[in-house]
């Protein structure tokens, strides 16, 4: 059966567009209470960043229509160039990028800049969902591992010297959907002890888990030694130089963790980790955003003080409070009612992607649907934690509600793409 060529709305998923309404519309009511001033009050004042932000809005409608209009069996058979032309578009950078604030992550046109960082998230999905849909391939091969990490760890590193280690680590979220593939469970159990390890090392200092560990590592190889001693000699001569590199690594990431804090991180970096393991205070230097938002919201109780009456929104307490510290807004002026139908919203948004990738017919939408699902869960996660002080300020966006022209296209784009796939899923394949 071939899809209705006159109807590029037969088949989509409306609640997946109307929670995409929602939660654009909630996102520009935020930045105008965020940006508004007696200056700039009018809503169709174009020289305001919430009047700019209707400009992307509107413009996003044309993406929409043109994303819903292409065929989808183009975005599986181009989706290795749209990977190649993100890549590109992310080394054109550091020849042609302009710098904002000691990054390099913009490309300027005219008054305007595009981040092509935001549109790399959605053609490295496309990317992933390629290689993970090819017949022959699974994650039992060690060369399929290396190609999947290829293609994630590549934009990660470019990013990464913009440098943008924020919208970096967005990436690292595809690993739940390698995981969901078929990737084996002890890379996140590798992962979440070296993370483990990197806090208390950081919080315990050098002299005080070093030992520590050195301690449980060892009693865990000496019962591993006395159970292959006792039941198991003849592995015991096969595993002992195994055992002895697995210590030797342990105890090495230990000693490089000091080295990489002092060494490799940058002192900005470092005050925001001594601050969130309570090593030291500071609400008036690195510190201040995040004091002052975490205040913001606070201020807000239970119903909020009423959509543009929040004092410390309209009085500019929070620097750049209408791009990564948005939702502080929200929390003011909505309370803990209002951020609470904003959260729900997102988790909404996110299980419906799920319920909506579980039900393809083809791995290629049904992989890129958890991608999507991954890399929202992960700015939804990360950008709050931040917000309320939990997680280190990084800067990643909130999606739909932070203020940006490239931030609100990739995501209408991560997500329209899917929107078309799925509504073709009972016409081809």
Not at 201 to 223: A, D, N, S
Request: hydrophobic share 50%; with cysteine.
């Amino acid at each position: 059966m071939q899809r209705e060529k006159n109807n590029i709305f037969a088949g989509v998923d409306l609640w997946l567009v109307l929670i995409f309404a929602i939660l654009v519309f909630l996102g520009w009511l935020n930045i105008y209470a965020a940006s508004t001033s007696e200056i700039h009050y009018e809503i169709l004042d174009f020289n305001a960043r919430y009047g700019k932000q209707l400009i992307w809005i509107g413009l996003s409608i044309p993406i929409i229509i043109v994303v819903l209009f292409i065929d989808t069996r183009f975005y599986e058979r181009f989706a290795s160039i749209f990977y190649i032309v993100a890549i590109l578009s992310l080394i054109g950078l550091f020849i042609f990028g302009k710098n904002i604030n000691g990054a390099r992550s913009w490309y300027a046109l005219g008054s305007f800049t595009i981040q092509p960082t935001e549109f790399a998230k959605a053609f490295t999905a496309l990317a992933i969902a390629k290689l993970l849909s090819d017949k022959v391939f699974t994650f039992k091969p060690l060369k399929n591992h290396i190609k999947a990490f290829f293609l994630i760890l590549l934009p990660a590193f470019l990013i990464t010297l913009q440098p943008d280690p924020g919208s970096a680590l967005v990436y690292f979220a595809f690993f739940f959907v390698f995981y969901k593939e078929g990737l084996p469970l002890y890379y996140f159990v590798i992962g979440g002890l070296s993370i483990l390890i990197f806090v208390l090392t950081l919080k315990l200092g050098m002299h005080g888990f070093m030992p520590i560990m050195i301690y449980i590592t060892l009693g865990v190889l000496v019962i591993i030694l006395i159970y292959l001693i006792f039941y198991k000699l003849n592995i015991l001569k096969k595993l002992w130089l195994q055992l002895l590199i697995i210590f030797s690594i342990i105890c090495g990431y230990i000693f490089s963790i000091n080295y990489i804090f002092n060494n490799v991180f940058q002192q900005r970096h470092r005050d925001r980790f001594n601050i969130l393991l309570g090593k030291t205070t500071d609400t008036q230097g690195i510190g201040y955003n995040t004091n002052q938002a975490i205040q913001t919201i606070a201020s807000g109780r239970i119903t909020g003080k009423g959509y543009l009456e929040g004092d410390r929104t309209q009085g500019k307490f929070v620097p750049e409070q209408d791009t990564d510290y948005i939702f502080s807004t929200v929390g003011e002026e909505w309370g803990f009612i209002g951020s609470l139908v904003v959260i729900l919203l997102f988790i909404t948004l996110m299980l419906r992607i799920i319920h909506v990738a579980e039900r393809q017919k083809s791995t290629f939408s049904r992989v890129y649907g958890y991608s999507i699902a991954a890399i929202f869960f992960f700015h939804f996660l990360v950008n709050i934690g931040m917000v309320i002080g939990l997680l280190p300020t990084i800067g990643i966006p909130l999606p739909f509600f932070s203020y940006g022209g490239s931030s609100l296209w990739g995501f209408t784009l991560l997500l329209f793409i899917f929107i078309r796939l799925d509504a073709n899923r009972s016409y081809e394949w």
